[in-house]
Nanobody, 134 residues
Framework: LRFKEEGGGVVNPGGSLRLSCEAF????????IGWFHQAPGKAHEGVAC????????YYADSVKGRFTISRDTASNMVYLHMTDLTPEDSGVYTC????????????????????????????WGRGTRVTVSG
């Protein structure tokens, strides 16, 4: 484990949360970072990813316009700001990192969010649970 995620909790539909992902033993500047979501009974989905070199971002269609991923070099953390939450956003959110995603026809940051990347991280955390209910 090299990440510690925090910020999960219970929130009403339409509410907001900010998840944090603190890195230990390495700099977030030198890795592609992804937030992955696992809803109950479903596979992991990459919802937001940020590139290593230029902070290019990629979002899954399910969260586009509602979630924002950002990186804070000074604190060595990555954040996921989530707004307009729905019950479908409930689940465990986990950070993973790759120095370089595999080369495919996708852009590297889009490849970082591909579902199979959850099984191929260089660094990972235990996740934080989000429950949208009410």
């Amino acid at each position: 484990l090299r990440f510690k995620e925090e910020g999960g909790g219970v929130v009403n539909p339409g509410g907001s949360l900010r998840l944090s992902c603190e890195a230990f033993g390495f700099s977030v500047d030198y890795y592609y970072i992804g937030w992955f979501h696992q809803a109950p009974g479903k596979a992991h989905e990459g919802v937001a990813c940020i590139a290593r070199d230029d902070d290019t971002t990629y979002y899954a269609d399910s969260v586009k316009g509602r979630f924002t991923i950002s990186r804070d070099t000074a604190s060595n953390m990555v954040y996921l700001h989530m707004t307009d939450l729905t019950p479908e956003d409930s689940g465990v959110y986990t950070c993973i990192a790759r120095r370089t995603p595999p080369t495919t026809e996708l852009s590297p940051v889009q490849q970082m969010c591909a579902s199979e990347m959850f099984a191929l991280p260089d660094k990972w955390g235990r996740g934080t649970r989000v429950t949208v209910s009410g």
